[in-house]
C-alpha cells in the first residue's frame, strides 16, 4: 500500500513561515515528480509549485514565487515547502501529489497518488 502525507501546516501570523512535509510511504519518492496544490475556501484548486523526481527543476506559481522554495531529500522520502512571509491569502489548505510520468501537470488524474492536505491558516 502506497500513500501521500503532508504535515507542518497551522496557525501563523502574518508574516510568519512554514516548512511543509510530504511524505511517500510504500515506495521510493525518488520515481516521482512532485507538486503542490492548495485550495482555500469558495477557490477553485491551484498548483502552486512542482519539483522534478531528481530535483533539478523547479517551478513556482506566480503568486508564490519568491516567497515559497520546493525541495526533496530523496533519502527521507519527503518533499518539502519553505513558506516565508505568509499572507492572509494564503490560507489554504495545502496538498501534495506525486507523478511517475508527468511533470507539473494541472490534471488531478495525471498524478498517482495524493496526500490528505494540511490546513494552513494565517491571521493575526
Known amino acids: 500500500q502506497v500513500w501521500l502525507t503532508e504535515s507542518g501546516g497551522g496557525l501563523v501570523q502574518p508574516g510568519g513561515s512554514l516548512r511543509l512535509a510530504c511524505t511517500l510511504s510504500?515506495?521510493?519518492?525518488?520515481?516521482?515528480?512532485i507538486s503542490w496544490f492548495r485550495q482555500a475556501p469558495g477557490n477553485q484548486r491551484e498548483k502552486i509549485s512542482c519539483i522534478s523526481n531528481s530535483g533539478d527543476m523547479t517551478d513556482y506559481a506566480d503568486s508564490v514565487q519568491g516567497r515559497f522554495t520546493i525541495s526533496r531529500d530523496n533519502t527521507k522520502n519527503t518533499a518539502f515547502l519553505q513558506i516565508h512571509n505568509l499572507k492572509p491569502e494564503d490560507t489554504a489548505i495545502y496538498y501534495c501529489a506525486a507523478s511517475m510520468l508527468y511533470y507539473c501537470k494541472e490534471y488531478e488524474r495525471r498524478y498517482n497518488y495524493w496526500g490528505q492536505g494540511t490546513q494552513v491558516t494565517v491571521s493575526s
Open positions: 510504500g515506495e521510493r519518492l525518488q520515481y516521482y515528480h
